[in-house]
Structure formats: structure tokens, C-alpha cells
């Protein structure tokens, strides 16, 4: 019998939310948080154990989530495999002298490392902003800033980011379509990152412009941005042809078997290319963090599973049409809630979204299911990077010795325009 029937089935779910966030916060796990909470929302809605078991094996077992987990892994190996070998380090030294303006070069550092998704990746690029602030005398906070966002401004879209696979596997969107359409909100990121910018000291070109003499050749820098080249270039060939020919068959994986078999060739080349000894190879391979995030991602989608299978989404799709609360708010808040308190893209996505996703195909709006996608990505990853337990955000400010007031400072603005250029562009696209 199911002892909460009686409360209504949006409490019941942010009863929930509230047990995994606090777990969190108490530095449980994310794996662990959201697989508990998973099962106290089985029974919070009246599944019995072999309903619950059976909802944790489907979901753990459909290709979908094998295909998802084994990215996500492969990308932290990718990532790792490039740390490992230096080929990071080595790409910002060949970076250097090709533009000889301190202001796009301050930017440039923490963008590159952005290229790949590393926990707590700011502190890589930190010490180039240093280097390159102190000849300009920024503070702290200005440096911090600069260093954490242009760090983050290809988060909406970059394919490399398991919160984008993630949001295109729950809604069953094309990646690469949905890439096409996030990518004008890196430019958006990349233009307001500016606004403070302009601020620093009069602004930070002109008289501070560094000279290199000769500017070096750019074949260097391609070289070592051959891995991240191959990743997108056969990424996207091979997964269109493999949709073509493998079509008949009916497999739902096909775009995630173009990423991976992609994935494994710029492994592999990064591992040749450098001489990585097999010693390397299997530190790389048997890395906790490898493990954990294998979990994470299991767990999320074990999760969004429960969720469904309880019925839960519908009861709460049902409720919010009882209370007439329009989509469109519900779209930004939720996201944007979660990904404050949890500071981790793909805990908000892999908490809220499924329910988002089951109210935009109850209200018929499943032809306008990206640009909700959109506005909800958008949103979460706000409150992201405005939260106060984001990695790189302490990261960056212990590093530079700021404290988190002043950082929001420069941060506040950059964040308003992007909300109010998520929903012009939500606005522009729904109709």
C-alpha cells in the first residue's frame, strides 16, 4: 500500500530533492545520492521491491545508458591522456606569440583548457591569467573572474561535456543539431565576459600590448589541437555515416557509436603520438575518478528511470496542469535551483529534466522540445556558476587569494545576460 498517497506527488518528489541535495552538501556522493534517492522515490510512490529492481535493471541495461556511460568515461580518459602526456601544456606554449594582444590572450588560456571537461580545470589555466595579470596589475577578483568564465563559455553545446550528452540523450535530440543551435550562446558568453573586462584598469590593451618579434608558426599549435580536431571532425562523420548505413536496423545508438569510435581513435593517438608508457596507460585507465563517474552517470539514469516507471513525472505533469503554472518559468527555476545548491551541471540535468521533458510532451509541446532544452540548460548552468560549491569557483579564488563577494561582482552581470538572451532567443524560436 502506498502510506503517501495522500501527498501530493510534486511534494513527494521535492521531499526527495531535498534528501539527495542535503546528502550532497554532507559530501556524500552524487552516485550514491541519487541511486538512494531513487529508491525513496520508489517507495515513496508505492513500488514494491521487485518493481524497483526491476526498474533499476531496465535502466541500467538499455543501450542508451550504456552508450552514455561509455562516453562520459572515454572523455575523462581523453582528457586525462592529454594532461598525462603534457600535450595541454604544450598546446598553450605553442599558443603563445601567435596573438600578441593580452586581452584575447587572457582569454584564450582558460577557453582552451574549457575544451576539455576537467573537475576543477581552472586551476590549469590559473597560472598563464597570473602571469599575464601581473604585467597588467589586476586584482585578485579581476583575475579570478577572467580565469572562471571564459573557462565555462562552451558549456552549452561543446559535446565533450557529459551534462550535453546527457540532455540530448534524456530528450532524445539530435547532438548535432542541438549543438548547432546552443553554439550562439557561447558567442553571447564570450561577448558579455567582456563587460568587465572593459572595466580593468582603463582596459587592458593598448599601451600593455606585448610584442613577440617574430610571430611563430601556426602548425605547432594544430599539431597539439589534433586530438580535440579528430574528436569533433571524425565524431560527426562517423556518426552520420554510420545513421545512413545502419539505418534499416533500427539502432537507437548510432550518433553515440560516431562519438565513441571517435574517442577511441584520438585516445589512442594521444597515447602513441606521445610514448605513453603502458604504466601511464593503466593509471589512466584504473583512476578512481574513472569509476566514480561511471556510477554517476549509472545513477542518474537510474533516477530519471524511477521517475518514470512510478509514474511520478505524469503525476506531476497532471498537478502542475491542475495549478495552471506555465511551462516556461517551471523550465528556468527547477533547473536553476538544483544546479545552485549542487554546483554540478549534470545533477541538475539528470534531476530536473526528465521531469521538464515529461511536462513539454504532456502540454503538446514536443516540436519546441529543444528550445525548451535550451532555455532549461541555460538556466541550470546560471545557477551553476553562481554557486558557491562550484570546484573551479574555489578553485580559482583560493588560487588568486579572493573571497567570493567580489568575484560575483563581475559575475552577476555577465549571468543577467544570459538568462534575458536565453529567453529572447526561447521567445525568438517558439513563436
Not at 118 to 138: N, R
Not at 269 to 286: A, E, F, G
Not at 314 to 322: A, C, F, G, N, V
Request: aromatic content about 12%.
Amino acid at each position: 500500500m502506498n502510506i503517501s498517497a495522500d501527498i501530493p506527488a510534486i511534494v513527494r518528489v521535492l521531499i526527495v530533492f531535498v534528501l539527495v541535495l542535503a546528502a550532497i552538501r554532507k559530501k556524500i556522493s552524487l552516485g550514491n545520492s541519487l541511486f538512494f534517492g531513487a529508491v525513496i522515490l520508489g517507495w515513496l510512490f508505492g513500488l514494491g521491491f521487485k518493481s524497483m529492481a526491476f526498474s533499476i535493471y531496465h535502466s541500467v541495461t538499455h543501450p542508451k545508458t550504456l552508450a552514455l556511460t561509455v562516453m562520459v568515461c572515454l572523455i575523462l580518459v581523453f582528457s586525462h591522456s592529454m594532461e598525462t602526456a603534457g600535450q595541454m601544456q604544450r598546446l598553450l606554449e605553442r599558443y603563445q606569440g601567435l596573438i600578441t594582444r593580452p586581452r584575447i590572450n587572457m582569454v584564450v588560456f582558460p577557453a582552451l583548457i574549457g575544451l576539455l571537461p576537467m573537475p576543477g580545470g581552472a586551476i590549469f589555466s590559473a597560472p598563464m591569467v597570473k602571469a599575464l595579470g601581473q604585467k597588467l596589475d589586476l586584482t585578485g577578483p579581476q583575475l579570478s573572474f577572467i580565469n572562471y568564465w571564459f573557462r565555462h563559455i562552451w558549456e552549452y553545446w561543446w559535446p565533450l561535456y557529459p551534462g550535453v550528452l546527457l540532455t540530448t540523450t534524456l530528450a532524445d535530440l539530435n547532438l548535432w543539431g542541438f549543438v548547432a543551435f546552443l553554439f550562439p550562446l557561447t558567442c553571447v558568453a564570450l561577448s558579455v565576459g567582456y563587460w568587465p573586462l572593459k572595466t580593468l584598469n582603463g582596459g587592458i590593451d593598448g599601451s600593455h600590448s606585448r610584442h613577440f618579434g617574430n610571430r611563430p608558426s601556426l602548425w605547432p599549435f594544430v599539431k597539439e589541437l589534433f586530438p580535440i580536431l579528430i574528436v569533433i571532425a571524425l565524431g560527426l562523420t562517423t556518426g552520420a555515416l554510420l545513421t545512413a548505413f545502419l539505418e534499416p536496423y533500427q539502432l537507437a545508438v548510432t550518433k553515440e557509436l560516431g562519438l565513441i569510435f571517435s574517442l577511441l581513435v584520438a585516445i589512442g593517438w594521444v597515447w602513441h603520438r606521445n610514448r605513453l608508457s603502458w604504466v601511464q596507460r593503466r593509471q589512466i585507465l584504473v583512476q578512481k575518478q574513472l569509476l566514480n563517474m561511471f556510477y554517476m552517470v549509472i545513477a542518474i539514469l537510474v533516477f530519471k528511470g524511477m521517475l518514470e516507471d512510478s509514474r511520478a513525472v505524469q503525476m506531476i505533469s497532471r498537478e502542475l496542469l491542475d495549478w495552471r503554472i506555465p511551462l516556461m518559468p517551471i523550465s528556468m527555476i527547477l533547473p536553476f535551483i538544483v544546479g545552485g545548491v549542487v554546483g554540478i551541471t549534470i545533477a541538475f540535468v539528470g534531476t530536473t529534466f526528465p521531469i521538464l521533458i515529461s511536462l513539454i510532451q504532456t502540454l503538446g509541446e514536443s516540436q519546441h522540445m529543444l528550445a525548451y532544452m535550451m532555455l532549461a540548460l541555460v538556466s541550470g548552468f546560471v545557477g551553476v556558476l553562481l554557486s558557491p560549491l562550484h570546484l573551479c569557483l574555489l578553485l580559482s579564488n583560493e588560487y588568486f587569494g579572493t573571497a567570493l563577494t567580489p568575484v560575483y561582482r563581475y559575475l552577476w552581470v555577465p549571468c543577467s545576460v544570459l538568462l534575458i538572451t536565453a529567453c529572447l532567443y526561447f521567445f525568438l524560436l517558439h513563436g
